[in-house]
């Protein structure tokens, strides 16, 4: 079966994050949200066949982003793991970089159309 | 040493031809003497160990010769003893083991001669006499050679002493410097990131409203300003993140010819027919170090716009490289403003600006001078009010390369 849109699995912690997120992208692609790395996975497994690009936030209880999307990339590999941050620098987003646990990293404020862009072409390349 | 130890033998060996009844007189004379080098010690930086030394030395040579004139053994060898055990209880001299040294050495040359006193009929009495006298001056010499090794070492002392307490002092400053810088960082970091969530509703919302009211003319402008403050908030905020850097990759090979002229084409629109540029380089080759070029970039375009921000109508800024030995200086000089001396010694602390609000944070150069020392290099700032300021960098053993 194949899905009509491909989506994106946006997690955050915030409310107004998301909200701000799902209406931003709304018209570019399908934005599923969660707000807590445990519903987020719930999310993946449950939409596994459209979710091709995730973006999630670093700072979050419980779960953080990067223990997430260790996860995330430990059930489903071939989708690509954005993270959007408000630090502006990390070792630990680094070396998740350099280990390729990661695709790419924003910056909150997010600029719509870098993330648009990236968002285009990874869930492109995955067909 | 050697003059004290020479000066020391010779008065034992005028000391041991005495005759027992010339050392009758010269025991009172001596005496003197040793209460006079007490006096002197006095003055002396440690003055109380001296004193007190020099008393008891006194003391053992007065009472030494009056007990000892029964002739059966000379004063000189108890002498010799008594004053390196005296002096190895008193140690504030750092000397004192070499006074022990010496006087045992003494003791140990004497020691042949003095059992028995078997020299009394080599020297007739008037030899005896008329080398009391060159005795004495001897006695005297002893004593004035160790009061000025005392002073000596004990003013060395002290000077290693205040050398210590400065370092001490200059790195509890440093200490206390990066303790700030840190703690600057892990507040920036946290502060940075709390920040920029709220920013990031701003700036999305702004970005909705601005669709949903594309043809309003009238809400263009207050949707631009909201961006530009959201811009400039977040730009303040990323630039905080610069004191929270805990590791940045720093084997780069920057050439600081280059990263100059990019960060001058970087300015260039506030230069233009304002500011005349003047380009001193060593060397036309390349000047690499190894370091973050990146930050390199930053830390030079930073003390740049500083220096063409303290230029308020026409003027110039003078960039110059060169090596000397291992080092590689680079001198930023504008003729602008100036600082005036109360601030010279605040412009690299965080947030310090003479800027009106808005118009600068305060950031710039505590990120340059930052960056700098991350790259161990030293600054220093001369300036002069109305006549300009110079920024002297220098690069320690900067890994050159020249290509």
């Known amino acids: 079966m194949r899905p009509a849109k491909d989506s994106v699995l946006f997690v955050d912690d915030e409310e107004i994050n998301l909200f701000i997120f799902e209406k931003s992208f709304e018209k570019d692609f399908k934005v599923i949200t969660a707000s807590s790395g445990r519903e987020g996975l719930d999310k993946l497994k449950s939409h596994s066949n459209e979710i091709k690009v995730v973006i999630s936030d670093m700072r979050m209880p419980e779960m953080d982003g990067l223990m997430f999307i260790e996860e995330a990339r430990s059930l489903f590999d071939e989708i690509s793991y954005f993270i959007l941050t408000g630090f502006s620098f990390n070792k630990e987003l680094e070396s998740a970089l350099e280990n390729k646990l990661i695709d790419q990293i924003f910056k909150k404020p997010f600029d719509y159309e870098s993330i648009k862009k990236a968002v285009g072409l990874n869930s492109q390349s995955s067909f | ?403």
């Open chain 2, 1 to 403: 040493m050697i003059i004290a130890y020479i000066a020391t033998l010779s008065f034992s060996i005028f000391f041991y031809v005495h005759d027992v009844l010339i050392l009758a007189y010269n025991g009172l004379f001596c005496f003197s003497l040793y209460v006079v080098f007490g006096i002197i010690s006095f003055f002396t930086p440690h003055r109380l160990a001296l004193f007190r030394l020099s008393i008891l030395t006194a003391f053992w040579a007065f009472f030494s010769q009056v007990y000892f004139t029964g002739g059966v053994l000379s004063p000189s060898l108890a002498e010799f003893i008594i004053p390196p055990i005296i002096a190895f209880f008193y140690r504030p001299i750092r000397d004192r083991y070499f006074f022990m040294i010496l006087s045992v050495l003494c003791a140990v040359s004497m020691w042949p001669l003095t059992i028995g006193g078997f020299t009394a009929d080599y020297f007739p009495v008037a030899c005896k006499i008329e080398n009391s006298m060159f005795s004495t001056l001897f006695v005297f010499a002893v004593i004035v050679t160790y009061t000025y090794l005392f002073r000596k070492s004990l003013s060395q002392k002290n000077q290693q002493l205040q050398k210590i307490i400065k370092d001490l002092q200059s790195t509890s400053q440093k200490l206390i410097h990066s303790e700030k810088m840190a703690s600057l960082g892990v507040m920036s970091a946290g502060v940075a990131h709390e920040i920029n969530n709220p920013l990031n509703f701003i700036k999305g919302g702004i970005q909705m409203l601005s669709r949903q009211l594309e043809n309003s003319e009238e809400a263009k402008p207050f949707i631009q300003a909201v961006d530009e403050g959201v811009n400039r908030a977040s730009s303040i905020v990323n630039s905080l993140g610069h004191f929270s850097r805990e590791s940045v990759n720093r084997n780069e090979e920057c050439d600081i010819h280059t990263i100059i002229d990019n960060c001058l084409v970087m300015i260039q629109h506030k230069l233009k027919y304002r500011i005349d540029v003047n380009k001193k380089y060593c060397d036309a080759r390349p000047l690499k170090i190894i370091g973050n070029e990146g930050q390199l970039h930053q830390a030079v375009l930073n003390m740049l716009s500083n220096a063409e921000q303290a230029i308020t109508e026409k003027g110039t800024i003078t960039i110059e490289t060169c090596t000397i030995s291992e080092n590689l200086k680079l001198s930023i000089a504008d003729s602008g403003t100036g600082i005036s001396p109360e601030n010279l010694s605040k412009i690299g602390d965080p947030f310090f600006t003479t800027k009106s609000a808005g118009q600068g944070t305060g950031l710039g150069l505590s990120i340059a001078y930052k960056i700098i020392e991350e790259h161990s290099g030293v600054i220093d700032v001369t300036s002069e009010f109305s006549k300009g300021t110079r920024f002297d960098i220098s690069f320690q053993n900067p890994k050159l390369i020249l290509s």
